[in-house]
């Protein structure tokens, strides 16, 4: 899997939201927006796109530490047999309002659309930029 660098995903020109909103569990379990929400606000900068995904796929089957302590090269391979997608494709960009920032090395953070930090990363022109992808056709 490939981790972008020096990239910028605005939210989706479709977002229901104008405001970012903080993701909330569905019938009592953590979605996949809540869980990438958690990971990435309590610890921006610190995963790359691929280590976020399995993080999530991690917590998301609640698959035991020691678990995978013990096969974690076994649990990725399996993981990422098949492809997957970008911030891009996040809920959070799509729905919730959140614009995903990709740094020099490739690890994420992300910005609430009403922030001075999502506003100049949008102004930023050395920074390479990409919508969320849409909800529905266009």
């Known amino acids: 899997m490939d981790n972008p660098a020096n990239q910028f995903i605005e939210i989706a020109p479709d977002s229901p939201t104008k405001t970012a909103i903080v993701p909330q569990e569905k019938n009592g379990k953590p979605s996949i927006a809540t869980i990438e929400y958690e990971l990435l606000s309590s610890k921006p900068y610190a995963y790359t796109l691929a280590e976020l995904k399995f993080a999530t796929h991690v917590r ?3 698959i035991p530490p020691a678990e995978v302590k013990a096969h974690r090269q076994q649990l990725r391979d399996e993981f990422f047999a098949r492809p997957y997608a970008c911030m ?22 992300i910005y609430p659309i009403e922030s001075k930090e999502y506003q100049r990363f949008i102004k930023d022109e050395n920074i390479k930029k990409f919508s969320a992808m849409r909800s529905k056709r266009a």
């Open 60 to 62: 998301r089957k609640h």
């Open 88 to 109: 891009r494709a996040s809920p959070l960009t799509k729905q919730y309002g959140w614009g995903a920032h990709y740094d020099e090395r490739g690890r994420i953070a």
